[in-house]
């Protein structure tokens, strides 16, 4: 019987609710279990005003070496990306600092990087993943986690669900995603204490101040290329940048600039000396942008802007950047089952766009780790510079005496610097780098005072640049790349499709086994990379291998000939080197087995047995 009565869920109900619906899916023995929302988390949950499409995931669980892949990479990418669900990843749960460490590791091999956070939210942005640290659950950016994305029409939607990657040109293998490094400027960090000849005075120099930016990182890598390899960098790779792709709300102080006064005193005639102070209200001195790398496993290999800017300056600027790949179908007839290496070059650009106005621009660094950013104010830098009239009659007004249209606005609103730099480590490098962005601002403001002459009436105007007070306020943010990643293998992934079904993939399942299910081209668990030493590596954990000791299962990569593979018979057969057994399958389940060396292999049907493949570039690290 259907219920006709309907009822409303409080924003913390509904989430508990689609939580342990989850759970229910998943792990009906632990109705409260990964889903389910504990502690501050709780707090968190309860500020979201749209649970729906909400999942909380509890990183302990991953400790427990269970069979649950569902933050598989495959599903947080459809989820976010296409059904508009968002992601809050809990790490307050594991007490122990080396179990920690082994859960982000995990984090970092389905998504290559990992944070120092104890809550990561995932959430979508310009078709990509944009993640954000969060402190706990008074942390301003928890509003990121509300729903903001209408999922894709289904109309828009293909029925085809293989759709293999074929561009007219073939893009270098890659990663990208977003790190949001948003803040609110509260009250008391825009508030400077004056010296005044009335002693100290303060003022709230901001109003709605905030920094918003968002860095896209894009990780990869350049195969070398060329009749001796030096054409193209033969390096692991990781851009980040603000360009004209993305950049966020910006950095704002104000919607405006006026003046404000911080004493003033009354003088009767003949008497004289000092009348007013006033400030402006909130500009920025200065934006810096410092990027650091933890180690000397990731050097700054290049740059943009690569030189210091003078203000006023106007122009669009390309990073182009020349790659060398592997597997161009127009460079290699085999296309996916042809041998790894680099076979061609691929040029990507990026746009900047740099209107500097008042503002100079100028580069630093303190080693190869490191690179700063500082736009410093160079046109009207000081209060004198825009001073009016210095003299002016008793009668006249007594307000703040400057020109203060002549102050751009990116001085205190909306301010969004364009920049990037390329990491690049050796081919062979390992283990992990953490980089750290501080994006920060100094404010200060502009001072001046009025003085009256005695007997003569006269009001004289001062700037005062002598009290020189700046208060500086930033935003830190920080992801540790995985150099072990497969992006970072350069290969091109492919996946392995039995020809004697419709449509029937090799994919990784749980406990590192191996089944066959239905092709998906952006599935990463069904993709594979064809390395330099003819292995078949997974593209989800670069330490798993094809091995033909045993084809049920993937073991940990090694140097072992069982691991080794080659396509024979017109690139119809795959067989192991070692063995020289033929990948087979069984027709009646497609479950994977040898095929012993001998065997007809014009008979196999005869066997409940096939061995023809098909094998095509898959769409998992794609070019956005």
């Known amino acids: 019987m259907v219920n006709k009565y309907k009822f409303a869920l409080t924003p913390l109900a509904a989430i508990l609710f689609s939580c342990s619906v989850q759970a229910s899916q998943y792990h009906e023995a632990e109705a409260f279990s990964m889903y389910e929302p504990v502690g ?37 990418d459809q ?30 091999r389905i998504f290559g990087i990992s944070f120092d956070a104890d809550y990561v939210a995932i959430t979508k942005y310009k078709e990509s993943l944009l993640f954000t640290e969060l402190t706990g659950s008074g942390d301003q950016n928890v509003t990121i986690l509300n729903r903001t994305y209408e999922p894709m029409a289904l109309a828009l939607m293909s029925d085809d669900p293989y759709q293999p990657l074929v561009p007219k040109q073939i893009p270098v293998p890659n990663v990208a995603f977003y790190v949001n490094a948003s803040r609110q400027i509260s009250d008391q960090d825009c508030k400077i204490e004056w010296n005044t000849f009335d002693g100290k005075e303060s003022r709230d120099m901001c109003q709605d101040a905030n920094i918003s930016l968002i860095y896209k990182v894009n990780m990869q890598r350049s195969l070398a290329f ?119 070059v691929w040029k990507q650009e990026k746009h900047l766009t740099f209107k500097t106005f008042d503002y100079g621009v100028t580069k630093a660094n303190r080693n190869e780790q490191n690179v700063s950013f500082k736009w410093e104010r160079e046109q009207y830098p000081t209060a004198y510079s825009i001073l009016n009239n210095p003299v002016y009659g008793y009668t006249a007004p007594n307000g703040i005496p400057a020109y203060l249209n002549k102050i751009n606005p990116i001085g205190y609103a909306n301010f969004t610097p364009k920049m990037e730099v ?72 492919v996946n392995l499709q039995l020809a004697s079904f419709n449509n029937r993939c090799i994919e990784l399942n749980a406990n590192d086994t191996v089944k066959t299910r239905r092709c998906e081209s952006s599935k990463h668990s069904q993709a ?92 998992v690290f794609r070019d956005k």
Request: proline share 3%; charged share 25%.
């Open 422 to 493: 390329i990491y690049s480590a050796n081919p062979e490098e390992t283990g992990a780098t953490k980089v750290n962005i501080n994006s920060s601002v100094g404010i200060t403001g502009f001072r001046y005072y009025s003085w009256i002459r005695p007997f003569i009436s006269l009001r004289h105007f001062y700037s005062k640049d002598e009290d020189n007070q700046v208060k500086r306020v930033g935003k830190n943010v920080s992801f540790t790349i995985n150099w072990e990643h497969p992006v970072f293998t350069g290969a091109r992934p």
């Open 79 to 108: 989820i976010v990306k296409d059904e508009g669900g968002r992601y809050l990843i809990d790490f307050t749960e594991i007490f122990d600092y080396s179990d920690k460490i082994k859960a982000k590791k995990l984090f970092s």
């Open 40 to 76: 501050d988390a709780v707090n968190i949950v309860s500020r979201i005003n749209d649970p729906e499409g909400l999942r909380y995931i509890n990183a302990k669980y991953w400790l427990n070496d269970n069979d649950d892949l569902s933050l598989g990479f495959d599903r947080v």
């Open 226 to 344: 060329g009749s001796i390899g030096d054409s193209t960098p033969d390096a692991k790779l990781v851009r980040v940048a603000i360009d004209d792709s993305t950049t966020g709300g910006g950095i704002s102080l104000n919607k405006n600039l006026r003046g404000l006064y911080l004493t003033s005193h009354g003088i009767s005639w003949p008497n004289g000396g000092n009348e007013a102070e006033w400030t402006t209200t909130a500009i920025a001195r200065d934006y810096t942008f410092d990027f650091t790398a933890s180690n000397r496993k990731a050097r700054v290999l290049r740059t943009i802007p690569s030189n210091n800017l003078n203000a006023n300056y106007d122009n669009k600027e390309t990073s182009s950047f020349q790659f060398g790949i592997s597997g161009t179908l127009e460079a290699n007839k085999d296309g996916a089952k042809g041998n790894f290496g680099a076979s061609a």
């Open 528 to 619: 594979f990379i064809f390395d330099a030493d003819n292995r078949y590596v997974s593209a989800t954990d670069s330490n798993l291998c094809l091995d033909g000791m045993d084809v049920t299962k993937l073991e940990t990569c090694s140097a072992n000939l069982s691991q080794t593979w080659e396509w024979v018979s017109n690139k119809r057969f795959l067989r192991n080197k070692f063995t020289k057994e033929v990948l087979g399958y069984k027709l009646s389940n497609g479950e994977l087995t040898n095929i012993p060396v001998g065997t007809d292999m014009d008979n196999l049907k005869v066997l409940d047995l096939g061995a023809e493949y098909q094998s095509r570039y898959v769409d």
